[in-house]
T-cell receptor, first 114, second 115 residues
Framework: ETGVTQTPRHLVMGMTNKKSLKCEQHLGHNAMYWYKQSAKKPLELMFVYSLEERVENNSVPSRFSPECPNSSHLFLHLHTLQPEDSALYLC?????????????FGPGTRLTVL | GENVEQHPSTLSVQEGDSAVIKCTYSDSASNYFPWYKQELGKGPQLIIDIRSNVGEKKDQRIAVTLNKTAKHFSLHITETQPEDSAVYFCAASRQGYSSASKIIFGSGTRLSIRP
């Protein structure tokens, strides 16, 4: 498999559930990102990891908890979400986080919180 | 904080005609301006980018122009085809600084090509 993959592609969860989103990149990149994409709004950067170390956290609520066990995998753990958290969650990777040009995006996980 | 304004939010053009999408940015230190295309059910994909030391860049039917003084940049698609239908995002970032990969995206333009 090539590029950036995300699972699951669709997720419906209740506000009391706990779920995790998974991202894997097969590009040998050192940096990985989580974005939130809501309708008619710009992509919102949530977290940045460089070589498994979190380097950016954009005031994201604690009900979103990222985990980066190695440079190829990134998780987003979800718990006690709100309906307004429903969105497309995109994972991306890049060669590094300070000088690289292009970010490569996965297809996203469409999350619906009931 | 930094922001990127993108217009129009929706654009419909006849197949074969040209499409233009415009963006403005607020951070005068921005020096890298990528454009991403997002097709239905897929993540955004880079289609062209431009750096601040260049005023124009072209790749086949796609061109981007940059006016650093006015902090404007635009995407031009000529001879549009049905496969150009997608959502296009502009972005601005400061390459070479800390947090340089913190790209600021515009809100997107939904481009529809009428047959």
């Amino acid at each position: 498999e090539t590029g950036v993959t995300q699972t699951p592609r669709h997720l419906v969860m209740g506000m009391t559930n706990k779920k995790s989103l998974k991202c894997e990149q097969h590009l040998g990149h050192n940096a990985m990102y989580w974005y939130k994409q809501s309708a008619k709004k710009p992509l919102e950067l949530m977290f940045v990891y460089s070589l498994e170390e979190r380097v950016e956290n954009n005031s994201v609520p604690s009900r979103f908890s990222p985990e980066c066990p190695n440079s190829s995998h990134l998780f987003l753990h979800l718990h006690t979400l709100q309906p307004e958290d429903s969105a497309l969650y995109l994972c991306a990777s890049s060669q590094d986080w300070t000088t690289t040009n292009e970010q490569f995006f996965g297809p996203g996980t469409r999350l619906t919180v009931l | 904080g930094e922001n990127v304004e993108q217009h129009p939010s929706t654009l419909s053009v006849q197949e074969g005609d040209s499409a233009v999408i415009k963006c403005t940015y607020s951070d005068s230190a921005s020096n890298y301006f990528p454009w991403y295309k997002q097709e239905l059910g897929k993540g955004p994909q880079l289609i062209i980018d431009i750096r601040s030391n260049v005023g124009e860049k072209k790749d086949q039917r796609i061109a981007v122009t940059l006016n650093k003084t006015a902090k404007h940049f635009s995407l031009h698609i000529t001879e549009t085809q049905p496969e150009d239908s997608a959502v296009y995002f502009c972005a601005a970032s400061r390459q070479g600084y800390s947090s340089a990969s913190k790209i600021i995206f515009g809100s997107g333009t939904r481009l529809s090509i009428r047959p």
